[in-house]
């Protein structure tokens, strides 16, 4: 990874938490303004546990009108077992939480996609008109997404009519690797920043952090892209939080706008 000579962060050691998968756009953004990022996945993701709801989904993709993918993780554990299968079907409209997602469809052939342009969660996409009542009242909707997350989605879904099946396409663990990485930066005063994407990987974290590295956490600024991350981060105890625009772009507008110290 290549470093400039210059920018924002220049000097500044600045943690990735991104599942590995994901972490490349904003690790090498963060060295292109002269940053050192340090990527240390807080979540690792798999496979589903059981792979016959995907299976299942698949099997009838033709009957449903809508497909709803949660993250970029959705796509990439459940698109090649769909495509494997047979072409897209011309009259199944993909929707998406975040851009990510929508390049990560694009990524597989799946265009058309219904996304949010300004906020990117499921208050979002369930404003826009594709998903209002009167299309989806009686129709039959997929949302393939990871193991446990928020039920706000289908439950709207359901609300307004729609036969809505949930389909776990992959599963999210904590880091199997220890916490050394992080707490030799920290001790060492080589580490400056985190930034998070996912509430559940910070509790990972400050779960498995003993009183001196947790005395770390609270003292290094946390770069986080939506406020119910930052809400989540303030239930944990922490106060030092950044809330920035969305996505990968937002973090890295945060992190060259902070008034690092001299």
Not at 45 to 69: E, G, K, N, Q, T
Not at 172 to 189: D, F, I, N, Y
Request: aromatic residues 6%; proline residues 7%; hydrophobic residues 45%.
């Amino acid at each position: 990874m290549r470093h400039s000579t210059g920018g924002p962060l220049i000097g500044r050691t600045i943690v990735v938490t991104r599942p590995l998968a994901q972490a490349a756009p904003l690790a090498e953004a963060i060295a292109a303004a002269g940053g050192r990022p340090l990527v240390f996945p807080l979540l690792e993701i798999a496979p589903a546990s059981d792979p016959r709801p995907l299976a299942d989904a698949v099997d009838r993709l033709a009957d449903y009108a809508l497909a709803v993918f949660i993250s970029p993780n959705a796509v990439d554990y459940a698109l090649p077992a769909i495509l494997e299968r047979a072409a897209w079907p011309a009259a199944l409209v993909p929707a998406a939480v975040g851009q990510g997602t929508v390049k990560a469809l694009a990524l597989h052939g799946v265009a058309g996609c219904v996304a949010p342009t300004q906020r990117f969660d499921s208050e979002a996409l369930l404003e826009l008109p594709e998903l209002a009542g009167e299309r989806v009242n009686g129709r039959r909707v997929a949302i393939f997404r990871g193991d446990g997350g928020r039920e706000l989605l289908a439950d709207t879904l359901r609300a307004r009519g729609a036969t809505v099946d949930c389909v776990t396409c992959y599963r999210r663990s904590g880091p199997s690797a220890g916490l050394a990485p992080l707490l030799s930066a920290w001790r060492e005063g080589r580490l400056d920043a985190l930034t998070v994407s996912s509430s559940e990987g910070l509790r990972y974290l400050v779960d498995r952090l003993d009183d001196e590295g947790r005395a770390f956490l609270h003292a290094t600024p946390l770069f986080v892209p939506h406020f119910r991350i930052a809400e989540n981060a303030r239930a944990l105890g922490l106060s030092n939080i950044i809330l920035t625009d969305a996505a990968d772009a937002g973090i890295l507008a945060g992190l060259g706008a902070y008034n690092w110290p001299k």
